[in-house]
């Protein structure tokens, strides 16, 4: 454990101490049945504790932002009560957990989605190449977006605050704003998605405006040092693409979320999975202008985690498919021992099988 001493140390993020530097990064499971987080869900964050920091699968603050099948969310009641009964799991085993607040926007279908609810997106663009899977009918391309009229914003900022404010009711030590992977924040962001002519449309200032209210809102409803946000500049999920001016409009945003004053930036960087890779100055840039606790990720083992830690570029390290099949992915890492590898075909099945069965190493 030595050779790891940096990634097992404490470290204070805003109120919070956390006992490692290890996070469990958010990963979509697909097991909430009817949107509503359960007792399988709760063993499965519970028994996951000794990570430093928990940061949950994407829940929507809002019925239109349920773009999967089986995806909780973070409005109704029912969804409170269920989400108490995860973060008392974490909790009781000296956890801390923070909800990832995730709009899928644009990535959505119909058949996912309650009555009632639309797809929404920036601007009216559909993802043309990356069909989605519902229960009803299997894959299904995804429809063009209704776009987000210039007086529907407050109503969706309010929707985020109201889903952060239940996230404290449900006990979460703090919320995460997903404006990364595609999803409805960065469809704002990114010139592919966002066409706009108004306010939120345009200049850089024009389309990290969205992103940056919404922050504030979160950030003045529940406190700054309980708001964290996820970005993925250079990201090419949900059919983002860079453009000349990404690495200066990331700088940009990374100074306004400095002065909110929010806990943390969670950088992702998904080149280990075939993406292309986020340029080193983009994240130096972000780290500079934000100056905070940066949440470093993509493809990380112990040893690689240590050394970017001990070199300064972040503060935590997120791990995910570690985590599927490693319950105790912590003591694993102690100890030297090689993880169990995950089986891919029941990462958003429902049931336990491929979630809560995975062993836990003997002593």
């Known amino acids: 454990m030595n050779s790891l001493e940096t990634l097992f140390s404490p470290y204070q993020l805003g109120s919070l101490t956390l006992q490692n530097r290890i996070v469990m990064a958010p990963m979509t499971r697909?097991?909430?049945?009817?949107n509503i987080p359960n007792d399988l869900m709760a063993q499965y964050y519970g028994s996951r504790a000794s990570a430093g920091l928990i940061i949950t699968e994407g829940t929507s603050p809002s019925p239109n932002g349920l773009g999967y099948a089986r995806i909780p969310g973070m409005y109704s009641d029912e969804q409170i009560k269920g989400w108490k009964k995860v973060t008392d799991a974490v909790h009781q085993s000296g956890g801390k957990i923070f909800v990832q607040l995730m709009h899928t926007g644009r990535i959505s279908h119909p058949l996912n989605m309650p009555e009632g609810a639309e797809v929404i997106g920036a601007s009216p663009i559909a993802v043309a190449n990356t069909p989605m899977y519902t229960d009803q009918e299997a894959m299904q391309p995804l429809p063009v977006p209704k776009?987000?009229?210039?007086?529907e914003i407050p109503s969706i900022i309010a929707e985020f605050v109201h889903a952060a404010k239940s996230a404290v009711a449900a006990g979460f030590d703090g919320v995460e704003l997903h404006a990364a992977n595609g999803y409805l924040l960065e469809q704002f962001l990114n010139t592919a998605s966002n066409k706009r002519t108004d306010e939120y449309g345009g200049s850089i200032e024009n389309r990290n405006r969205l992103v940056l209210e919404v922050t504030e809102a979160v950030a003045n409803a529940i406190g700054k040092d309980k708001t964290g946000i996820r970005l993925s500049p250079f990201g090419a999920f949900g059919e983002m693409l860079p453009d000349e001016a990404t690495e200066e409009q990331y700088a940009q945003l990374a100074a306004g979320l400095k002065a909110i004053g929010i806990v943390y930036i969670h950088v992702v960087d998904h080149s280990s999975?075939?993406?292309?890779?986020?340029?080193?100055?983009?994240?130096?840039?972000?780290?500079?202008?934000f100056g905070g606790t940066i949440i470093l990720s993509g493809g990380y083992d112990a040893v690689r985690a240590e050394a970017d830690l001990k070199a300064g570029k972040g503060e935590l390290v997120a791990f995910a498919r570690p985590f599927i099949a490693n319950p105790d992915l912590v003591k694993k890492f102690a100890a030297g021992g090689e993880p169990a590898s995950p089986d891919p075909d029941t990462f958003y099945t429902p049931g336990e099988k491929g979630y809560t069965d995975y062993p836990v190493s003997a002593n």
């Open 30 to 34: 697909s097991r909430a049945i009817g």
């Open 147 to 151: 776009e987000v009229a210039a007086g």
């Open 273 to 289: 999975m075939g993406t292309p890779a986020v340029p080193q100055s983009v994240k130096d840039a972000v780290r500079k202008e």
